[in-house]
């Protein structure tokens, strides 16, 4: 269960991928697939961790080019991996329950859900912020921008598996 969307705390983005639950699944929790998509093209993903379960690790780095070096990206701890349906994570927890340096950074938690729909999966992100601040930071960050570009991205992924 995901809580109400409340517009003054949160952001969110939402895609029909035309593609099974269980693809857009994999896509999602396969490192390799992962790196494909989890940062807007061109930049590259690296992912140091990612350990699904609850408490579990969430750790990339990404490069803005293909000459660049990798720089520190996302650390996050995941608070619950339900098989094909729900992964939410945090950046203000680290693995193992830990909490984290987020300094400079927006408070959030993300909670991705995976629906069953006609044309295939029904794929939302719903990110809750701390305060108003940390939401107007992500938005001004680029959040639309950013989430759905590597939205789009995870989707032609999925889309070509099928």
């Not at 949160?10 to 896509?27: C, E, F, G, N």
């Not at 990339?60 to 520190?72: I, K, L, Q």
């Not at 608070?79 to 340096?101: E, Y």
């Amino acid at each position: 269960m995901s809580p109400a969307l409340n517009p003054e705390l949160d952001l969110s983005i939402s895609r029909i991928i035309k593609a099974p639950r269980a693809v857009v699944w994999k896509a999602w929790t396969d490192p390799a697939s992962f790196e494909q998509w989890w940062v807007p093209a061109p930049s590259r993903c690296k992912v140091l961790e990612m350990d699904l379960r609850p408490g579990g690790a969430l750790v990339t780095h990404f490069s803005e080019t293909a000459t660049s070096d990798f720089g520190p990206h996302l650390s996050a701890c995941f608070l619950a991996v339900d098989s094909l349906k729900r992964i939410v994570f945090t950046n203000v927890m680290v693995a193992g329950w830990r909490p984290a340096d987020v300094s400079g950074m927006p408070l959030m938690t993300a909670i991705i859900t995976l629906k069953d729909h006609p044309q295939g999966t029904d794929y939302n992100a719903h990110v809750m912020h701390k305060n108003s601040a940390d939401r107007n930071m992500h938005h001004d960050l680029g959040f639309h921008e950013g989430w759905g570009t590597v939205t789009a991205q995870l989707a032609a992924i999925a889309e070509r598996r099928v």
